[in-house]
């Protein structure tokens, strides 16, 4: 077992408490409104469970696999944002923070993705 395998359970639990914080402070600083501003909490519950379950070594590789494709959906339902961060930048854009948050949640997506990426591969060139 490589030390890359075993890496991910725990930067999946980093990512899944960042989720869960982004989440919070959305919805709270929003007003307590909107329930939508709690999806980035709800995909860090997830992750959270996924990063637990992650430390068992014979549910690992499946479980982040399963981890990465939820991190690769939130990235889909949110990438958009990205182009209308200028707007909200500038005070035009249709509720901003919505923005910022779906924004925050993409760049939490790409990051957490491409050291997920980062691990497999190195996982696989230790098993060769």
Wanted: no cysteine; aromatic share 10%; net charge positive.
């Amino acid at each position: 077992m490589s030390a890359s395998d075993k890496s991910m359970p725990k930067i999946t639990l980093f990512f899944s408490l960042a989720y869960i914080v982004l989440g919070l402070a959305a919805f709270f600083l929003t007003g307590a409104t909107h329930k939508t501003a709690l999806i980035p909490a709800y995909i860090g519950a997830g992750l959270l469970f996924l990063g637990l379950l992650g430390r068992k070594e014979n549910l690992r590789k499946h479980v982040m696999h399963t981890a990465m494709i939820i991190a690769l959906l939130a990235l889909f339902g949110t990438v958009r944002s990205l182009a209308k961060l200028p707007a909200a930048f500038a005070g035009t854009a249709e509720r901003p923070a919505a923005v910022y948050a779906q924004a925050v949640t993409a760049a939490l997506s790409i990051t957490y993705l491409a050291l997920g990426i980062r691990s497999f591969i190195q996982a696989r060139r230790s098993r060769s």
